[in-house]
């Protein structure tokens, strides 16, 4: 499994635009990049999940650049139920034997 | 989209007891399902995964004979702590996909476990 690397926390105020960075050097070609967030005694809620170059659904972006050896999620306008820890997954979802492994992930804090 | 239900949502018992916790994929079959401890403050760390009608393959460190894992049908998984101790206390969250229609993982609310 791709190791990942991101910020453990991050600061923000209302209606700013959060980007969290994740490192994943040793990406493989078949491998996924996958965002959750989670609040406080909750599962993890996916988020977007992307191969290459730019993905954006309702919540979110991902941007990928060409060589994938990280990303970034753009959290934009973020309000205080934005307060949560995001986690960045690198690996092949499609695999038979994929186990989904979690990092420390970003603890990131809206205030008003 | 996908939902997993997980059962109860938080259970407190008594140190020596066993509990089980349930974890119901709702509107697909879940082919594989896997099992997370999480400490206050800690990420989620995997217990086991477990493939319908087969026995569950548990991470390194995790006792097999402690937490049992059943995953008799395609849409319900049991994890029972037996002889529960209050290091047991943690959060437990399931997980579940299905390779048939790419179902991706989809997490259930967690059960937060206290042992008393």
């Known amino acids: 499994l791709a190791k990942t690397t991101q910020p453990i926390s991050m600061d923000s105020y209302e209606g700013q635009e959060v980007n969290i960075t994740c490192s994943h050097n040793n990406i493989a070609t078949n491998d996924y990049i996958t965002w959750y967030q989670q609040f406080p005694s909750q599962g993890p809620r996916f988020i977007i999940q992307g191969y290459k170059t730019k993905v954006t659904n309702e919540v979110a972006s991902l941007f990928i650049p060409a060589d994938r050896k990280s990303s970034t999620l753009s959290l934009p306008r973020v309000s205080l139920s934005d307060t949560a820890v995001y986690y960045c997954l690198v690996g092949d979802v499609y695999r038979g034997d994929y186990k989904l492994s979690f990092g420390a992930g970003t603890t990131v804090t809206v205030r008003a | 989209g996908a939902v997993v239900s997980q059962h109860p949502s938080r259970v407190i018992c008594k140190s020596g007891t066993s509990v089980k916790i349930e974890c119901r994929s709702l509107?697909?079959?879940?082919?594989?399902m896997f099992w997370y401890r999480q400490f206050p403050k800690q990420s989620l760390m995997l217990m086991a995964t477990?493939?319908?009608?087969?026995?569950?393959?548990?991470e390194q460190g995790v006792e097999k004979d402690k937490f049992l894992i059943n995953h008799a049908s395609l849409t319900l998984s049991t994890l029972t702590v037996t002889s529960a101790h209050p290091e047991d206390s943690s959060f437990y969250i399931c997980?579940?996909?299905?390779?048939?229609?790419?179902?991706?993982?989809?997490f259930g609310s967690g059960t937060r476990l206290t042992v008393v």
């Open positions: 997980s579940a996909i299905s390779r048939v229609g790419n179902v991706g993982y989809t």
């Open positions: 509107d697909f079959q879940a082919t594989t």
């Open positions: 477990s493939n319908e009608g087969s026995k569950a393959t548990y």
